[in-house]
């Protein structure tokens, strides 16, 4: 039990000093908030005891839209201390305690579903990070997963998708990449079916006995799998472009879950072949 409070207060502490450091350099038009954000994630990381892998190339230098799986609050924390990124989240996610904090002070696009008005101002706030060169996430099968399979992606998804890079200027081209979050390690040991639910948060669990219960198991291990970028260029192409990715994320999150090699890909298409395992980068975390 102390060590819930213990690390709980120092998460606290470290979310209200990233949301004064984003306010000022907001505020004053700095630079680096990306850099900062990545910082945070891995501090807090280091002080939940998870450990991050990543298998493939992240979205550098440019503006994705990256579609992934979801399974936790934790696949938040894992991403940002890879990428600078922000996320879409439904708008319930701004009243979380905790995790709200973190999510209003990161930029987050909140959607409320069933406001078409506020959907329709939530696709232009995509829309303008993206040609902004900012990077976003949409968990693309709108709920979290008990973190053994993904779930099918949303078909609103495709004319979301449609209308946000409409918005976007003709001159910049807007890639679309896949992301697989796996849990895949518990104290070092690979964890099995029964065991990811101490991650996962799915259903109507609260969300307070599910993070005692994960800060009692101790350390865990999360691979991030990025599949190859694809530029959808009309609409019945991006429809296909969304059933391929899925494919794509469920292929690599199959082969994350049961420790085989990631399956190479090609850009569009769905997954032939499994390949040797790219390069995995454990990343380090901060003292």
Same mark, same amino acid.
């Given at each position: 039990?102390?060590?819930?409070?213990?690390?709980?207060?120092?998460? !606290?502490? *470290?979310?209200?000093?990233?949301?004064?450091?984003?306010?000022?350099?907001?505020?004053?038009?700095?630079?680096?908030?990306?850099?900062?954000?990545?910082?945070?994630?891995?501090?807090?990381?280091?002080?939940?005891?998870?450990? +991050?892998? !990543?298998?493939?190339?992240?979205?550098?230098?440019?503006?994705?839209?990256?579609?992934?799986?979801?399974?936790?609050?934790?696949?938040? *924390?894992? +991403?940002?201390?890879?990428?600078?990124?922000?996320?879409v989240a439904k708008s319930e996610v701004r009243r979380w305690p905790l995790i709200g904090w973190v999510a209003r002070a990161r930029g987050t696009v909140f959607v409320a579903r069933d406001r078409r008005r506020q959907t329709a101002e939530a696709v232009a706030d995509i829309a303008q990070h993206l040609a902004d060169g900012q990077s976003i996430v949409l968990f693309a099968e709108g709920t979290s997963s008990d973190g053994n399979r993904v779930l099918p992606f949303r078909p609103a998804l495709v004319g979301?998708?449609?209308?946000?890079?409409?918005?976007?200027?003709?001159?910049?081209?807007?890639?679309?990449?896949? *992301?697989?979050?796996?849990?895949?390690?518990?104290?070092?040991?690979?964890?099995?079916?029964?065991?990811?639910?101490?991650?996962?948060?799915?259903?109507?669990?609260?969300?307070?006995?599910?993070?005692?219960?994960?800060?009692?198991?101790?350390? !865990?291990?999360?691979?991030?799998?990025?599949?190859?970028?694809?530029?959808?260029?009309?609409?019945?192409?991006?429809?296909?472009?969304?059933?391929?990715?899925?494919?794509?994320?469920?292929?690599?999150?199959?082969?994350?879950?049961?420790?085989?090699?990631?399956?190479?890909?090609?850009?569009?298409?769905?997954?032939?072949?499994?390949?040797?395992?790219?390069?995995?980068?454990?990343?380090?975390?901060?003292?």
């Amino acid at each position: 039990m102390l060590r819930v409070v213990l690390v709980l207060s120092a998460f !606290v502490v *470290l979310t209200a000093a990233l949301a004064a450091a984003l306010g000022v350099m907001t505020l004053l038009r700095l630079p680096g908030r990306g850099k900062v954000s990545i910082r945070y994630s891995r501090a807090v990381c280091a002080l939940l005891d998870v450990r +991050i892998t !990543v298998n493939g190339t992240p979205p550098q230098h440019h503006a994705v839209l990256i579609l992934a799986n979801h399974v936790s609050w934790l696949d938040i *924390l894992a +991403i940002t201390a890879t990428v600078p990124v922000i996320f879409v989240a439904k708008s319930e996610v701004r009243r979380w305690p905790l995790i709200g904090w973190v999510a209003r002070a990161r930029g987050t696009v909140f959607v409320a579903r069933d406001r078409r008005r506020q959907t329709a101002e939530a696709v232009a706030d995509i829309a303008q990070h993206l040609a902004d060169g900012q990077s976003i996430v949409l968990f693309a099968e709108g709920t979290s997963s008990d973190g053994n399979r993904v779930l099918p992606f949303r078909p609103a998804l495709v004319g979301a998708l449609r209308e946000a890079l409409a918005r976007v200027d003709a001159g910049k081209r807007i890639a679309v990449q896949p *992301l697989s979050v796996g849990y895949t390690g518990l104290l070092g040991l690979p964890m099995g079916r029964q065991h990811r639910p101490i991650v996962a948060w799915y259903g109507d669990r609260d969300l307070l006995p599910h993070l005692k219960e994960f800060l009692r198991r101790g350390a !865990v291990d999360v691979t991030l799998s990025w599949g190859e970028p694809v530029e959808p260029e009309n609409a019945t192409n991006r429809k296909a472009v969304v059933r391929s990715l899925e494919a794509v994320v469920r292929t690599l999150t199959a082969a994350a879950l049961r420790g085989r090699p990631i399956p190479a890909t090609v850009p569009g298409e769905v997954p032939r072949a499994a390949a040797p395992a790219t390069t995995a980068l454990t990343l380090p975390q901060p003292p």
